[in-house]
Nanobody, 124 residues
Framework: QVHLVESGGGLVQAGGSLRLSCAASGRTFSNFGMGWFRQAPGKDREFVAAISRFGSSTYYPDSVKGRFTISRDNAKNTVYLHMNSLTPEDTAVYYC?????????????????WGQGTQVTVSS
């Protein structure tokens, strides 16, 4: 079992930046591919970013590519999501997720563990 806790969400103006963090505990962090997902009110959960176990591979959908960067520090058991050039369309609850022995998957059903989420609100 792994426990995930997100932090770093908040209110930011359009064009601004935020860095989300997800701290993991409970099992060897480097055994997990990690992902970020988001869900806006009334919308389906959406894949945002994923990273392989040792950070060699990253994946993004077109909607965030070039604006968001996922990274991880296995020594600190933490995965990050750096978000730049934010727009109101990025407003959502952001969740981190862990996939045991995953390589950085893009589908939510492939992830075994989820955090509680952190709210990101981008004002226009």
């Amino acid at each position: 079992q792994v426990h995930l806790v997100e932090s770093g969400g908040g209110l930011v103006q359009a064009g601004g930046s935020l860095r989300l963090s997800c701290a993991a505990s409970g099992r060897t962090f480097s055994n997990f591919g990690m992902g970020w997902f988001r869900q806006a009110p009334g919308k389906d959960r959406e894949f945002v970013a994923a990273i392989s176990r040792f950070g060699s591979s990253t994946y993004y959908p077109d909607s965030v590519k070039g604006r968001f960067t996922i990274s991880r520090d296995n020594a600190k058991n933490t995965v990050y999501l750096h978000m730049n050039s934010l727009t109101p369309e990025d407003t959502a609850v952001y969740y981190c997720a862990a996939d045991l022995y995953g390589s950085g998957n893009t589908h939510g059903y492939e992830y075994d563990h989820w955090g509680q989420g952190t709210q990101v609100t981008v004002s226009s």
